[in-house]
């Protein structure tokens, strides 16, 4: 059964750091496209960053500039770092893989942003 593990969220004050980690099993880790999307209370799930299998990235406008993902492909870990949060920031954040057909998504694990 494939297993998505994200780690590192918790609580924060304005203006700190978190770094996420997501943790992937029973997955050919280093063909699957990579991404974090997140989900506030009463609003829609949106995507936060991903990055391809050949390592190019792409970020939601609200993060660019704050936010850095990456993978290491022997790991079969994919991270987010996140940088200067602000409140808006808190969420549940998820982990994803997807190759062709298949998407997998892991349990969130819980960020929030204190002012």
């Known amino acids: 059964q494939v297993q998505l593990v994200e780690s590192g969220g918790g609580l924060v004050q304005a203006g700190g750091s978190l770094r996420l980690s997501c943790a992937a099993s029973?997955?050919?880790?280093?063909?699957?496209?990579m991404g974090w999307y997140r989900q506030a209370p009463g609003k829609q799930r949106e995507l936060v960053a991903d990055i391809t299998n050949g390592g190019s990235t792409n970020y939601a406008n609200s993060v660019k500039g704050r936010f850095t993902i990456s993978r290491d492909n022997a790991k079969n870990t994919v991270y987010l770092q996140m940088n200067s949060l602000k409140p808006d920031d808190t969420a549940v954040y998820y982990c994803?893989?997807?190759?062709?057909?298949?998407?997998?998504w892991g349990q969130g694990t819980q960020v929030t942003v204190s002012s």
């Open positions: 029973r997955i050919s880790f280093s063909i699957y496209a």
């Open positions: 994803t893989g997807g190759f062709e057909y298949r998407t997998y």
